[in-house]
């Protein structure tokens, strides 16, 4: 009976599981049959036609060459990116999954993306921006881009920069005095001190507020600041933070949130007060601050100019001997910036960039909210800190190295200077031709933006090889890559200011040196960075002469949205007599 009873009991089973292993067997092959049919007809598609004709590595079904990032850094992945381009040239592309992304290293390509009016949307790679960021300049698109744009440009006017000189001049010295304590102490890691100063310049320069102030929130809102873009850099290396589902669970966001809170409890403030003041003064018929703004600049805009502009793609090229004297960005290209700045006619009156965004937006053709005003200063505090601390900690650290290079540029800073410890003035900055080269040379060397992404709404027939790269592309753009092409830079890996020789300049295709980027899309803090910098490098440079042990091999980069150095910006300081 036992015997009999078991297969009894057992039959259901084995009838149940064998069901159920078909349904499996069935379901699976139907995927399958879906996943194949799905594939077959993406390979149809114009889109992915286009992209599998641009070299690249073999892509699998479904995931393309995902395979490359899983599990990787993002510093690795960079890193996968630049072995790729030695493999596939100029133009290589990657699938992630059926999205394609194609990377570009010939500057004509590179130039019809950056000058155009068209290819100006940012990748989705800017996402983790928007909560601190909002729409501001460096991420919004269209519209709204274009005219913010226009509206911001002119608080960056030459006329502008030449009244921070004071504040560059008094946040150098008060660096060079902290950093007192590290003479004769071996290495210190000299990005703390850059990162420092730059967020005590950047207060003072976009709100007019100073953390020396009665009042701590200076000092809790540049400590957020730095804290924020360490945050940003951690959801960029480590993959669950890129998630948002998950990153939402962390500890991280929470942190973000206190952050975020703190920064923009602080925007939001000013703006308010320095906007009831201006409307106050205008009731009480004090008028505008004199001189205006377009005083300033020399410039009236109407009403209506806008629209001419949207149609206008700044000049490309100019000849040398054409080209404005003031501050330069290493190539021979032009921007609005430029243009902007031949107008230059007016007085001097220190604003910080809110005060004239206001006062632009009262006068100009551009409605702009108090949150967007807002969310051009918290741009404005971020793109700013950064890339120049760590422009010029990378300036240190090379000059540290180079001791010959040092030498001379503390030759040239003698001969402006003499013994003198005056302030330096604008004038001066245009006489130190060389160590404009040597910053420039960093910023070849080690662009503190070593990438730019772009999506591109509509295609592009490349200029360098028979490609067209269809709508929808994420196209990125490797600076770092460029500024190291051997045929663009003899011997790229040697750091040699010479290669900033007005004729090695003229001698080279416009876009192969592009640390601001360049066209509408440029940096606006451009000639506002090269005018710190040269002040801040000068003060310090007068001061201490910088040593390093740690050869440019060594270096250990991190490229993940700002190029570092994660072994430390390590150098030594001594007292210059
Ligand atoms: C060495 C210093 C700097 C470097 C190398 C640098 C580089 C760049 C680059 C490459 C871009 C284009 C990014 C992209 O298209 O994704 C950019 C955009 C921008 N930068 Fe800078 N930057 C520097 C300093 C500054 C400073 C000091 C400010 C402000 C005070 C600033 C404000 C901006 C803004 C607002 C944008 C967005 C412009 C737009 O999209 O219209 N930058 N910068």
Same mark, same amino acid.
């Given at each position: 009976m036992s015997f009999e009873a078991v297969p009894e009991r057992m039959a259901p089973v084995e009838s149940g599981s064998m069901g159920w292993a078909v349904s499996v067997t069935v379901a699976t092959v139907l995927t399958l049959t879906a996943l194949t049919l799905f594939h077959l007809w993406m390979q149809t598609r114009r889109y992915v036609k286009l992209g599998n004709l641009i070299p690249g590595p073999a892509a699998y079904p =479904?995931?393309?060459?995902a395979n490359l990032l899983l599990g990787k850094s993002h510093n690795q992945i960079m890193e996968r990116a630049m072995e790729l381009s030695y493999v596939y040239g100029t133009v290589a592309r990657g699938w992630i999954g059926y999205h394609l992304v194609v990377f570009l290293t010939e500057p004509a390509d590179v130039e019809i993306i950056l000058n155009?009016? *068209?290819?100006l949307e940012k990748s989705s &790679? $800017? #996402? %983790?921006f928007k909560p601190w960021l909002?729409?501001? =300049?460096?991420i919004s698109s269209g519209d709204k881009w274009r005219s913010h744009r226009k509206l911001i440009a002119p608080a960056f006017h030459q006329n502008v920069l030449k009244t921070f000189v004071d504040v560059f001049n008094d946040n150098s010295r008060a660096v060079v005095e902290r950093m007192?304590?590290? *003479?004769?102490h071996g290495e210190f890691d000299c990005h703390d001190y850059m990162s420092e100063v730059t967020v005590d310049i950047l207060l003072e320069t976009a709100?007019? !507020?100073?953390?020396? @102030? &009665?009042?701590k929130e200076g000092f809790e809102y540049a400590m957020a600041v730095m804290k924020m873009c360490d945050i940003l850099h951690k959801r960029q290396l480590k993959i669950h933070l890129r998630l948002d589902p998950l990153f939402n669970l962390t500890g991280v966001k929470k942190e973000q949130e206190r952050l975020l809170h703190i920064i923009h409890s602080l925007t939001r403030k000013v703006v308010k007060q320095k906007k009831a003041l201006f409307e106050r003064n205008l009731a009480e018929g004090r008028?505008?601050?004199? /001189?205006s703004l377009s005083e300033i600049i020399g410039q009236d805009e109407k009403p209506g100019e806008q629209a001419k502009a949207k149609a206008k793609v700044p000049k490309a090229p100019v000849s040398p001997d054409s +080209?404005? *004297? %003031?501050?330069?960005?290493? @190539?021979?290209l032009r921007d609005d910036l430029d243009e902007n700045d031949e107008n230059d006619i007016g007085e001097k009156r220190r604003l910080a960039f809110l005060d004239l965004m206001i006062e632009s937006a009262k006068t100009g053709a551009t409605a702009i909210s108090d949150e967007e005003i807002k969310e051009e200063v918290d741009t404005i505090m971020f793109e700013g800190h950064d890339t120049t601390a760590a422009g010029s900690s990378f300036v240190l650290c090379l000059l540290g190295i180079h001791q010959d290079v040092q030498e001379r540029v503390y030759a040239e800073q003698r001969q402006i200077f003499g013994d003198s410890r005056r302030p330096v003035t604008f004038a001066d900055t245009l006489e130190m031709k060389y160590l404009e080269r040597v910053i420039f040379e960093t910023l070849r060397m080690?662009?503190?933006? /070593?990438i730019i992404a772009r999506k591109l709404n509509e295609d592009v027939q490349l +200029? @360098? #090889? !028979? $490609?067209t790269v269809p709508a929808g592309t994420t196209v990125v753009i490797g600076t770092y890559k460029i500024h190291r092409r051997e045929d663009l830079?003899?011997?790229?890996e040697r750091f040699n200011?010479?290669? %900033?020789l007005p004729e090695r300049t003229q001698a080279?295709? $416009?876009? !192969?040196?592009i640390p601001f980027s360049?066209? /509408? #899309? @440029?940096? *606006?803090?451009r000639k506002y960075a090269m005018l710190k910098l040269k002040v801040l490098l000068s003060t310090i440079l007068r001061n201490y002469k910088v040593l390093s042990?740690?050869? &440019?091999?060594?270096f250990k980069l991190q490229g993940d949205i700002i190029l570092k150095r994660t072994d430390g910006f390590r150098v030594q300081l001594e007292q210059r007599a």
């Open positions: =479904l995931i393309g060459n155009s009016y *068209v290819h &790679e $800017y #996402r %983790f909002g729409d501001g =300049l460096l007192r304590k590290e *003479v004769g709100m007019g !507020s100073t953390r020396t @102030s &009665e009042s008028g505008l601050p004199s /001189p +080209a404005p *004297v %003031f501050i330069s960005q290493g @190539s021979m080690y662009p503190p933006v /070593p +200029a @360098s #090889r !028979s $490609y830079y003899p011997e790229p200011p010479d290669n %900033f080279r295709h $416009y876009y !192969s040196y360049a066209g /509408p #899309r @440029s940096c *606006v803090g042990n740690v050869p &440019e091999k060594e």
